[in-house]
């Protein structure tokens, strides 16, 4: 295991803690609320980052697969009175399964047609959800929450609680992706797909399993989200803002390292939430598209790449 691995998991589990510590000496449910949002978006950016960061494909999907997360919850609930924990369970699995679909049907295109494909595959799905009226169609649906369990006050605590643990999930998995031959062949892919074809890198298979990965865990993203708003949708499920979102925070982070997402969405998830609370919700628009094409022209590589460019002058200026 090398050095990073070391403290890759006691920072984790003390992440959980502080959340778990967090519910219990916080009485204002603001912050969950706001808290709730910005560890969606890690998930939701980590996940992006899978495909689009490491195989370089760019997916304006995730609107599509975080809006059937929130309606296979929405089906869960309604039809079998389903826990927490099986809606998301069962929305990874169909996450998984859509990436699987969309991964054969796109296998062969590239760059922008890829990027199109995405979109006309939410503009479908959402379309079906429209006309889905045991779900509520366009009209959208109330949603009553459970009861909450011990040790947590409120039901938005223990789903703040429970987004920070697919956010400890994500963060592993991508990890894992990007140390494994996995991130490599991935990588080698992005660079240049016909060289990597050529040298015996599968890359039909690794497009498939990235699509399937990162589906999965956007699936599961959306799944709590359901019970967090009382409310769904089908306009705020597949609103193209989380798209556009994801990939500006994947861009300002970085995409060639499983951080670069996580900073990203921490830092645009903040200003975001903090903007809405002070000035506007419609100025987070604007601040969004100003901060990326600051990052796009100042730094094209985000801050994961800044600082190693920095590092790199650091080190350059001492030798």
Sequence with gaps: MTRNGIWFWPGAALFLAACLLMTQLVGNQYPFFAAYVILQFMVLAVAWSILGGYAG????????????????????VKEFGAPLPVQIAVAAA??????????????????????????????????????????????GIQLQR????????????????VQALLVVLAIAISRFIHNSWIGRGLQALRDDELAA???GVPTLRLKL????????????????????LQYADPASAFNLNYSVSVLAMSLIGGTAHWAGPVIGAILLGTTQQLLTVTISSEVNVLILGVMLVVFVVGAPEGIIGLVRRLRGWRGGGTT
């Design 94 to 139: 169909i996450g998984a399964l859509m990436g699987f679909a969309l991964g054969l049907l796109t296998l062969r295109m590239q760059g922008i047609f890829f990027s199109i494909a995405t979109i006309a595959l939410t503009i479908v799905i959402e379309t079906t959800i429209t006309n889905w009226r045991y779900v509520g169609g366009a009209a």
């Design 197 to 199: 074809e050529c040298t």
């Design 146 to 161: 459970p009861p909450v369990i011990e040790p947590f006050h409120s039901y938005v605590q223990l789903l703040f609680f």
């Design 209 to 228: 399993v990235a699509c399937v990965i990162s589906g999965a865990l956007m699936c599961a993203a959306g799944a709590p989200a359901a019970m967090y």
């Design 57 to 76: 494909y760019v997916n304006f999907g995730t609107s599509a697969f975080f809006g059937i997360g929130v309606y296979t919850a929405v089906f869960l």
